[in-house]
């Protein structure tokens, strides 16, 4: 057996630890499927007290020393954030080392550059970790579909927004108090924005949009709606039209007028209960594929934690530890289709739209002529009368998004709408 | 751009057709991602009067003579069975070729000589369109979970069957006339043999456990029973338990007297109807595995199919063209770990038991002591009397399957007991 490969690790949180463990665990295993034992160089923290797990002549404060020495041939980067993540990698990438990565924000944020820099080095960039944990998810997209054309990615792929948007429709409570619970049971962080604002479900659409697509897409080009909007009645009217309400994350090649484009957002929809994604609960998340060729597909497990997202990070760690014994670069992200970001007002969505009405002749078709006016076409209406007042609920056809929210804004306004009750998109409806 | 690597296609039937058309369609892109073009350069078939689609001067009938080719790169083997594929494969191999396949008979009959062929040429044998047609599932258990332990693999692996267990739930049919229904629908063939006695879902077990566990199996390894003994009684009685009937090809690692082993098992079961695998319904497969640190996931998709198929294809001849530039092989599948495979008799499984008896006191402490006679563990019973006769419905804890299989055969002769009316094993149950 030939000398080990050697392993800078790059923070030490709930993630490092429990790749440090995994990589203890299953050495044996690890050094027959490489061909080369994978030893711990050194790990990098910021205070080195706090990790009495960790044998003391491997930690360091100085990881970009760390990342640039000699011996290293492998970095794992699970510090998160953007800086110094990103210098470090830079540093690695220049020092021609291999990085693993579970950092969804910086990936989202600048991976473009990124994946520049690491094929310039003629080195891997591996970042499975980063969307939807364990769930082997961006290897299939970028390898196993590698001769099939993608038309659609719909994820759930945010836990913490799923659990919540779970227990609403479990218990019929409202959001703020299904983020108090969730809160309590650990399910959400101190300040959720990240999670309830759709911030990092935005991140990992963009990763997706980017490998499906094989175009540069930033996290700043995802239109992005978090959850805290949603309310008990959204949730009612739902379950009403056999749906369920989820927070998707939906990648989409488009045709608009100026050719090919891809739509990227994030957004709460109903979605039909029978939908695969429907049953997601909790904290899981799901991610399901359209393809020309392949179909319908739909990857299922644990979109977080210690444990399944170091997982990931040791898959593509032998991944990468492999190709350095073979001595290539393994197959990079490329951005070579460099498809244009449709803006969300070009995209094509569906409405559902609950009206309070007063319940009169005419009611109905001066609604109906408001949707026709935007070039809105509806797909089914149920209109309940009780006494003065009457429910309209509609869902429409597909029409690009700014067609129907300026149907809504127009309804607000229109004297026979009493109130707008409940208007969500909704998405997998036949 | 450099030279075109040269392809050859063993086989032009629904698969190979839509190989060939994929390779045309995606041209471009297929070249973007390999970095060079790929070509067809001859499709082997025994009449080529009968392939008016494909240029003339492609085709051939001395397939023996286009895989040695000297300008052949890669082939691609989609004419199924054992010979002359096995032959070709060596050929091929020892010519110096990569080779993609989707022959599952062949792998699961002989996957590790041919393994071995490979690895000693320094080639690539790929296969992902062999297991679960179009979803990515080899791959992500070779490569995606390289670095956890697997153990355990429970998959939805024949369309033909699925169709049929989830058309006897819907209508209440039985199987005779469920398959019926299939045949004159193209569900199942006119010989059905090979997916209604379960030979189909076990070449696919032998190689899903090879992947898994790291362990040589063949299908003659894989204990097998097929659905034409399921009766419209065993999916009424899964109904009750709030079960569903499904045939499942299930790969786990056991712990045994001798050490860890593998057990391989091909039967039909009931599965709460709450379990991910409950609700993939008619053609569709899916796969769900738990892994040490990742926990439970789950892949879902077509299972069946030309263009599904052809896409599993082309995912993984961009992936032996990529190596074939990089001038490399591939991760190859080790069985290193040299498990052993677990004799049915010894593997732990659950019992689902409707008998009817006597309705008369001590009958079921009668039918109780039988189970406990040969250490089986009663998980729950419940007792429906109806005048003379009563139902007993019984399912039990984990037992090893001679002690549960002793134990209905001593049922099936006592007095009180007036029939045995329904036997099924019961998986994923809490």
Known sequence: MSAPLKVALLGC?????????????????????????????????????????????????????????????LVVEVIGGIEPARELMLAAFAAGKSVVSANKALLADDGVALHAAAAEAGVDLYYEAAVAGAIPLLRPLR?????????????????????????????GAGFAEALAEATELGYAEADPTADVDGFDAAAKAAILASLAFHSPVAASDVHREGI???????????????????????????????????AVRVHP?????????????GAFNAVFVEAEAAGQLMFYGQGAG?????????????????????GVAGPG??????????????????YHVSLDVADKPGVLATVAQEFAAHGVSIS???????????????????????????????????????????????????
Chains 1, 2 share one sequence.
């Open 228 to 262: 805290s909007a949603v309310s008990a009645t959204d949730v009612a009217r739902a379950a009403e039209i056999g749906c369920t309400v989820k927070l998707l994350a939906i990648c989409e090649k488009v045709t608009g007028e100026h050719g090919d484009a891809i």
């Open 380 to 430: 089914t209406v149920r209109q309940d009368g009780a006494g003065e007042a009457a429910t309209l609920v509609i869902v429409t056809h597909r029409a690009p998004d700014s067609a129907l929210s300026a149907t809504i804004s127009r309804l607000r306004g229109m004297p026979a709408v009493r109130a707008v009750t409940s208007v969500l998109r909704v998405e997998g409806l036949a």
């Open 269 to 281: 929809a109903m979605i039909p209960t029978t939908h695969p994604l429907a049953s997601v609960g």
């Open 306 to 326: 210690g444990e399944p997202t170091a997982s990931a990070v040791l898959g593509d760690l032998v991944a990468v530890a492999r190709n350095r014994v073979a």
């Open 13 to 73: 949180g709930t993630v490092g630890a429990s790749v440090l463990r995994l990589l203890a665990d299953q050495a044996a295993d690890i050094t027959a499927r490489v061909g080369r034992p994978v030893e711990v160089a050194g790990v990098a923290v910021r205070r080195p007290d706090r990790h009495p797990e960790v044998p003391a002549d491997l930690l360091t404060t100085d990881a970009r020393a760390l990342v640039t020495r000699p011996d290293v041939d």
């Open 143 to 171: 390898e196993s579909l590698a001769g099939d054309q993608l038309t659609r990615v719909v994820g759930i792929v945010n836990g913490t927004t799923n659990y919540i948007l779970s227990r609403m429709a479990e218990t």
């Open 333 to 350: 992200t490329t951005a070579y289709a460099g498809l244009p970001v449709s803006p969300m007002a070009d995209t094509p969505t569906r």
